[in-house]
Structure formats: structure tokens, C-alpha cells
């Protein structure tokens, strides 16, 4: 991205920002510029682990609503405002899949494939291309093993069981790819 | 985890807390995990840093519009959630309010992660829980993070246990509040010392759900329970179930 797109990644940030503290102050009308700055990417992820459409939006709606009571507790030393609400995102709908996979089958392969790091996507002006990338050569330095093991697992909300099933490994041999996959991304960030 | 070796603990924790992060356990493994949030803030902000650490690889995922039923869905709710009679204790709450990634159950743990300071941080002993109960579980901070107090609810038999605690007494003892989304406190009762759980009145035990606020307030013991609390809460917390 060229050094415009720089400019208008920070200053979208520092808009989001801005929102999320006005949310916190209890003004609805950020909540609403929260929304819709980010309901797109938020949607996608909860689409993306829910496999249901209805669930993903009623997943999001429990996102906002949450946001809306805890918006306070952002702090954009600790993170960015968009990985902040991605991660409000993706632990919702992990939640909502553990809560109700007992009772449903697993969802098609063709939800499962993996994402290239290359895939074409939307406006990404939110996003912190610095980090993704920095995250993206640390993972490039682990085994092909280790690194799918932990975009799977992230991406698709699986446990060590299915992951194992998936890949049809043992469940110690995929806790042993995540586990050093994880501490080798630690060492690699830097950010002990 | 009982395949990592045991003269790694740090290995073990950070690893641990991964696992926890990336949703990747379940059953009794991820109900332990989650007591140690409660037990160990720096593992509770070892949760959060790889749930941050890892959001990028969320950017991979296609944008998708969600439907209007959605925003009005959400509006409807912080319309029905915005409090008539507003205390000001309600207000001081928002303030206050502990922090969290989520109302998850993991988000419980992340909701201790305020200004993490190890060296001033006490460790509480997690409260005492029976491995098949449902719990309810909140940590209970202040702004300054001096003070933290763990909180387990067992909607069962009514009780809540409360971990250590030392609050600074002046004649007054600690009394636990109830915040639902109302706005408005509801005492159940004084802390007793560490280990004697406190039973919840059946009436206000719907109001112990995912979500609701707890927070302690520094009270005059002789007239316990209070209508209302007194001054500003020195420790506040946000449920959530296990």
C-alpha cells in the first residue's frame, strides 16, 4: 500500500478510535459509526465460523451490543480498534459454535478450505498492514505443518479433536504443531 | 497439561494460555484455564496478548454485509438497555466498568486485563469450586488495580464464593452489589471472611446472569444490606458463565 493508503489507514484508525471512546460516553450515534466502519469485516468473520447466516447476525448483533456496554475497557495502547473488535468477533462466534456443534453436524469442506494470504478482499483501510505483514513473515518461518495448523484453528474456530480429524494426525501431533508454532510466532513478534 | 513436562512451567502457562486464546480446548481442560484467569492476572493478560496477537490473520476473511434486521436488532437493545432511572453510581459505572474482549466466558478472562502490573498485584487463590457445578465467575478490579477479588457463582445451591481479600476498612466493611442492566444496585450483602461463602436471596438470583455488573462498596456494617450504596465502588467486575 502506497504512502496515501498509509495516511488514510491512520486516519481511519484514529476515527474508530475516536468512536469507540465516544461509544464508552454512552453516545449511540458512535456506536453507529462503530457499526459502520466495521459491520462488513465483523460479519464476515462471524459468517466465516458460524457457517450460518442467521446465526452470524445474530452472533454480530450480541458483538455490538457488547461493544456498546464494554467499549470503555478499549485501550488503543494494548491494541488497535479493529483487531480489538475482531477479536470481540471471532471469540462470539467461537462461542456460539462451541454452544451449538454438539447438536449439528460439521459444515461442508468448501467452508473449510484455507484462505490464501492472497486472497482478493474488500477495503482494508482499517486494517494494520504493518502488523498482518509482520505476522505473516513470522509465520512464513515456521513448518508448513505448524503454520496451517495455527490459520486453521484461528480461522475456523476448531478445537485440538477436530483439527486432528481434519487432518487426520494424531491429537498429539497436531497439539505439538500448534504449541511450537505458537511459541517460535511469540519469539518471532518480539512482543515477549 | 499433563504432556508438557513439568519442569517447564512458564512453557506450560504461556502455551496454556494460547490454547485458551485460540478457543482450542474444551471440556475440563478449558474450565481449569479459565479458574487460572481468575487466579493469575498475568496469565489473564498472557490470554488477551495472543488474542490481539493473532487478529490480523482475521483480515484473510472476506468482508460480508450483514442484513438491516441486524443495527435495528442491536438499537432496539441498547434503547431497552439504557436505564430510566439512572443512578449515579450507574453513571460512575461506566468508568469503571472492568474491561473485556468479550462476554464470553474466555472474555471473562480477559475482562481482568486492566493496566497490567504484576509487581503490584496481589494473587488471589482462585474461590473453591466443584469441578461439576455450573459456575458463574467474575473478577472484581479497581481503577488502580491494587485490589483485585475473585468471584465464582454457583447457581445451584445460591452461594457465592469470594476469594481473599483485603480491603481497607475505616469501620466499614465491604458489601457486594448486583448491577443488572437496569442500572440499579441490589446489595447482597457484606463480604464475611475468605472461605464463607455468601447465599444469594432467591429474589435476586435471576439478576446473577452473563453480563450483569458486580461491585463492592465500602459500607457501615451496622445497617447491612444497604437500599442503595453509599459512595462510588472501589471494585467492579462483569459475570460471566463458565
Given at each position: 500500500?502506497?504512502?496515501?493508503?498509509?495516511?488514510?489507514?491512520?486516519?481511519?484508525?484514529?476515527?474508530?478510535?475516536?468512536?469507540?471512546?465516544?461509544?464508552?460516553?454512552?453516545?449511540?450515534?458512535?456506536?453507529?459509526?462503530?457499526?459502520?466502519?466495521?459491520?462488513?469485516?465483523?460479519?464476515?468473520?462471524?459468517?466465516?465460523?458460524?457457517?450460518?447466516?442467521?446465526?452470524?447476525?445474530?452472533?454480530?448483533?450480541?458483538?455490538?451490543?457488547?461493544?456498546?456496554?464494554?467499549?470503555?475497557?478499549?485501550?488503543?495502547?494494548?491494541?488497535?480498534?479493529?483487531?480489538?473488535?475482531?477479536?470481540?468477533?471471532?471469540?462470539?462466534?467461537?462461542?456460539?459454535?462451541?454452544?451449538?456443534?454438539?447438536?449439528?453436524?460439521?459444515?461442508?469442506?468448501?467452508?473449510?478450505?484455507?484462505?490464501?494470504?492472497?486472497?482478493?478482499?474488500?477495503?482494508?483501510?482499517?486494517?494494520?498492514?504493518?502488523?498482518?505483514?509482520?505476522?505473516?513473515?513470522?509465520?512464513?518461518?515456521l513448518n508448513?505443518h505448524e503454520a496451517d495448523a495455527i490459520?486453521r484453528t484461528f480461522?475456523?474456530?476448531l478445537t485440538y479433536q477436530q483439527l486432528a480429524d481434519r487432518v487426520e494426525s494424531p491429537l498429539s501431533t497436531v497439539k505439538s504443531w500448534i504449541r511450537r508454532g505458537m511459541m517460535k510466532l511469540?519469539?518471532?513478534?518480539?512482543?515477549? | 497439561m499433563v504432556d508438557v513436562p513439568?519442569?517447564s512451567?512458564?512453557a506450560d502457562r504461556e502455551a496454556l494460555a494460547a490454547e485458551l486464546a485460540l478457543n482450542l480446548l474444551d471440556g475440563t481442560e478449558r474450565?481449569?484455564a479459565?479458574?487460572?484467569?481468575?487466579?493469575?492476572?498475568?496469565?489473564?493478560?498472557?490470554?488477551?496478548?495472543w488474542?490481539?496477537?493473532?487478529?490480523?490473520?482475521?483480515?484473510?476473511?472476506?468482508?460480508?454485509?450483514?442484513?438491516?434486521?441486524?443495527?435495528?436488532?442491536?438499537?432496539?437493545?441498547?434503547?431497552?438497555?439504557?436505564?430510566?432511572?439512572?443512578?449515579?453510581?450507574?453513571?460512575?459505572?461506566?468508568?469503571?466498568?472492568?474491561?473485556?474482549?468479550?462476554?464470553?466466558?474466555?472474555?471473562?478472562?480477559?475482562?481482568?486485563?486492566?493496566?497490567?502490573?504484576?509487581?503490584?498485584?496481589?494473587?488471589?487463590?482462585?474461590?473453591?469450586?466443584?469441578?461439576?457445578?455450573?459456575?458463574?465467575?467474575?473478577?472484581?478490579?479497581?481503577?488502580?488495580?491494587?485490589?483485585?477479588?475473585?468471584?465464582?457463582?454457583?447457581?445451584?445451591?445460591?452461594?457465592?464464593?469470594?476469594?481473599?481479600?483485603?480491603?481497607?476498612?475505616?469501620?466499614?466493611?465491604?458489601?457486594?452489589?448486583?448491577?443488572?442492566?437496569?442500572?440499579?444496585?441490589?446489595?447482597?450483602?457484606?463480604?464475611?471472611?475468605?472461605?464463607?461463602?455468601?447465599?444469594?436471596?432467591?429474589?435476586?438470583?435471576?439478576?446473577?446472569?452473563?453480563?450483569?455488573?458486580?461491585?463492592?462498596?465500602?459500607?457501615?456494617?451496622?445497617?447491612?444490606?444497604?437500599?442503595?450504596?453509599?459512595?462510588?465502588?472501589?471494585?467492579?467486575?462483569?459475570?460471566?458463565?463458565?
Amino acid at each position: 500500500m502506497g504512502e496515501r493508503g498509509g495516511a488514510d489507514q491512520a486516519e481511519r484508525r484514529e476515527r474508530l478510535s475516536t468512536a469507540l471512546r465516544q461509544t464508552a460516553s454512552g453516545d449511540a450515534s458512535a456506536l453507529r459509526q462503530v457499526y459502520d466502519m466495521t459491520s462488513a469485516k465483523l460479519f464476515g468473520i462471524c459468517l466465516r465460523i458460524c457457517g450460518d447466516t442467521q446465526a452470524a447476525e445474530d452472533v454480530l448483533q450480541d458483538v455490538y451490543v457488547k461493544v456498546w456496554r464494554r467499549a470503555g475497557a478499549f485501550d488503543e495502547v494494548r491494541a488497535s480498534p479493529i483487531s480489538w473488535l475482531a477479536a470481540i468477533a471471532r471469540n462470539a462466534a467461537v462461542d456460539w459454535k462451541r454452544a451449538h456443534e454438539r447438536h449439528a453436524p460439521p459444515t461442508g469442506d468448501a467452508s473449510l478450505a484455507l484462505i490464501a494470504d492472497d486472497a482478493p478482499l474488500a477495503d482494508r483501510l482499517l486494517e494494520d498492514d504493518q502488523f498482518r505483514l509482520r505476522l505473516h513473515a513470522c509465520l512464513d518461518g515456521l513448518n508448513t505443518h505448524e503454520a496451517d495448523a495455527i490459520r486453521r484453528t484461528f480461522l475456523d474456530g476448531l478445537t485440538y479433536q477436530q483439527l486432528a480429524d481434519r487432518v487426520e494426525s494424531p491429537l498429539s501431533t497436531v497439539k505439538s504443531w500448534i504449541r511450537r508454532g505458537m511459541m517460535k510466532l511469540k519469539g518471532c513478534l518480539g512482543d515477549g | 497439561m499433563v504432556d508438557v513436562p513439568p519442569e517447564s512451567p512458564d512453557a506450560d502457562r504461556e502455551a496454556l494460555a494460547a490454547e485458551l486464546a485460540l478457543n482450542l480446548l474444551d471440556g475440563t481442560e478449558r474450565a481449569q484455564a479459565l479458574r487460572l484467569c481468575l487466579s493469575d492476572p498475568a496469565f489473564a493478560a498472557a490470554v488477551e496478548a495472543w488474542s490481539l496477537r493473532l487478529a490480523p490473520l482475521l483480515d484473510a476473511i472476506p468482508y460480508a454485509e450483514p442484513s438491516l434486521r441486524v443495527w435495528n436488532a442491536v438499537e432496539a437493545r441498547i434503547g431497552v438497555a439504557a436505564p430510566a432511572p439512572v443512578t449515579n453510581i450507574a453513571a460512575r459505572l461506566k468508568a469503571w466498568r472492568a474491561g473485556a474482549l468479550a462476554a464470553s466466558a474466555v472474555a471473562a478472562c480477559l475482562a481482568l486485563v486492566i493496566a497490567f502490573n504484576p509487581v503490584q498485584l496481589p494473587r488471589p487463590a482462585p474461590p473453591a469450586i466443584s469441578a461439576a457445578a455450573p459456575v458463574a465467575v467474575a473478577q472484581l478490579a479497581g481503577a488502580s488495580d491494587a485490589a483485585r477479588i475473585a468471584v465464582a457463582y454457583d447457581p445451584k445451591a445460591g452461594l457465592l464464593r469470594v476469594g481473599p481479600q483485603a480491603l481497607a476498612a475505616h469501620g466499614k466493611s465491604p458489601e457486594l452489589w448486583v448491577i443488572p442492566e437496569d442500572g440499579v444496585p441490589r446489595s447482597l450483602g457484606l463480604l464475611a471472611g475468605a472461605g464463607v461463602p455468601l447465599t444469594v436471596r432467591p429474589a435476586l438470583r435471576p439478576f446473577l446472569h452473563d453480563g450483569a455488573t458486580l461491585a463492592i462498596t465500602m459500607e457501615d456494617p451496622a445497617s447491612a444490606p444497604h437500599p442503595g450504596p453509599s459512595g462510588k465502588p472501589v471494585l467492579t467486575g462483569i459475570i460471566a458463565s463458565i
